[in-house]
């Protein structure tokens, strides 16, 4: 009898007409259905203000920047990730110096090949030694010291152009069993960063000795 109550209470409002029936869209004020209403409603009810933002940079291409972007959300495929998402993989260590598990915070914060990266980057550049304990610090590494705003946004672009490159020498190891030393890895990235800075920022007189001595940025 209680449920009886409840039913009656709750359709005592309704009011049925002649009409056919027809689907609304409760989202909008419209009640038109759109993909842009539906976007809205779900944006509108989470809150996005803690959430990191990587700055990009503008002269190195984009698979770098987005490679960057999805390795500081933990979202490229290491080994780690992928045993997250409920794969299993009988080598679960790092392919570089088989002394801990293959993931982000390994493979370019821990790991000697990428220290070893890291510092030959620091002594180029003439910037302090990199302190760094997750991905982020890297991507950030450039807003730190005295330094001017063209020289900041080449450090930048540097650096995720290493993280590029240290995960091709990864990967290359990994599935093709070809290793790379700290200092082919080091020249590689001196190199290619190179090119992409002068044609790419399009500086006019900009040579390769300019680049090496890290001067006339």
Do not use: Q
């Not at 409840?6 to 689907?23: Q, Y």
């Amino acid at each position: 009898m209680v449920e009886w109550e409840s039913l009656r209470a709750a359709v005592s409002a309704v009011t049925l007409s002649a009409g056919s029936d027809r689907w609304k869209w409760l989202g909008s004020g419209s009640g038109e259905f759109s993909v842009a209403a539906v976007k809205r409603s779900i944006v509108s009810s989470r809150d996005f203000s803690n959430r990191y933002v990587m700055k990009w940079s503008k002269w190195v291409p984009k698979k770098c920047n987005i490679f960057a972007w999805r390795a500081e959300m933990n979202r490229i495929p290491t080994v780690e990730a992928l045993e997250k998402r409920g794969m299993f993989l009988f080598d679960d260590g790092c392919k570089f110096c088989n002394e801990g598990l293959d993931s982000v915070t390994h493979i370019f914060t821990v790991c000697p090949i990428a220290l070893g990266v890291w510092e030959r980057i620091s002594f180029w550049c003439r910037i302090p030694r990199f302190f760094i304990f997750s991905f982020k610090d890297l991507v950030e590494i450039h807003k730190f010291g005295i330094r001017s705003s063209v020289e900041r946004k080449a450090i930048h672009g540097i650096v995720l152009s290493a993280c590029w490159m240290l995960w091709k020498a990864r990967n290359n190891l990994r599935f093709n069993d070809k290793k790379s030393s700290i200092e082919e890895v080091f020249s590689e990235i001196m190199v290619v960063s190179f090119y992409w800075f002068k044609y790419r920022v399009k500086k006019g007189s900009f040579e390769w000795g300019d680049w090496c001595k890290f001067v006339n940025m």
